[in-house]
T-cell receptor, first 117, second 112 residues
């Protein structure tokens, strides 16, 4: 199967600090990766789509300067939450798309639980 | 964009029972996936099924693309099947290419 790792799994930080979350596809190359956010008892909401070597595409209402995304290689994408505030506390999940012929299946990382004090 | 609706929102079963979860989508799709989110938040891929029928052990899924729905069947349910089941679909065309849209999920609780 396809494995996506995410690090760290949990982070607690003070308000005003920046937090970087890494997402790696371990056994396949991913031209496209995605970042989602999930609030308790809710569904996943797409924040942005990142393509290797180009700028990320952000969903409406997501602040580009707040959530910096870098997809520097075919196996690594990072999300940096800048100047985090308590309202940024959430569960962040990354996903990588494995493209095989006509099958474009998405696989998900285990998520990062961010708590901003 | 595409709308994805799941039903029922909650389902409570006794161990050993069978169940059917439904996913309706509003437009043609080139990707439809079913996931199980475990208590730790990890999404586990169950099926990639934009059309047709697949089976994997006690689970099976059917997507009727022309009628814009997909069904997930769970037979002989076990307590470990508990969790949230998500359906997610990708529109076959337009500006939303590449983006999976998630339904609201079905919360399944299986009692021993």
């Amino acid at each position: 199967g396809a494995v996506v790792s995410q690090h760290p799994s949990r982070v607690i930080c003070k308000s005003g600090t920046s937090v970087k979350i890494e997402c790696r596809s371990l056994d396949f190359q991913a031209t496209t990766m995605f970042w989602y956010r999930q609030f308790p008892k809710q569904s996943l909401m797409l924040m942005a789509t990142s393509n290797e070597g180009s700028k990320a595409t952000y969903e409406q209402g997501v602040e580009k300067d707040k959530f910096l995304i870098n997809h520097a290689s075919l196996t690594l994408s990072t999300l940096t939450v800048t100047s985090a505030h308590p309202e940024d506390s959430s569960f962040y999940i990354c996903s990588a798309r494995r493209d095989r012929l006509a099958v474009n299946e998405q696989f998900f990382g285990p998520g990062t639980r961010l708590t901003v004090l | 964009g595409i709308q994805v609706e799941q039903s029922p929102p909650d389902l409570i079963l006794q161990e050993g029972a069978n169940s059917t979860l439904r996913c309706n989508f509003s437009d043609s799709v080139n990707n439809l996936q079913w996931f199980h989110q475990n208590p730790w938040g990890q999404l586990i891929n169950l099926f990639y099924i934009p059309s047709g029928t697949k089976q994997n052990g006690r689970l099976s899924a059917t997507t009727v693309a022309t009628e814009r729905y997909s069904l997930l069947y769970i037979s002989s349910s076990q307590t470990t099947d508990s969790g949230v089941y998500f359906c997610a679909a990708r529109n076959a065309g337009g500006t939303s290419y590449g983006k999976l849209t998630f339904g609201q999920g079905t919360i399944l609780t299986v009692h021993p």
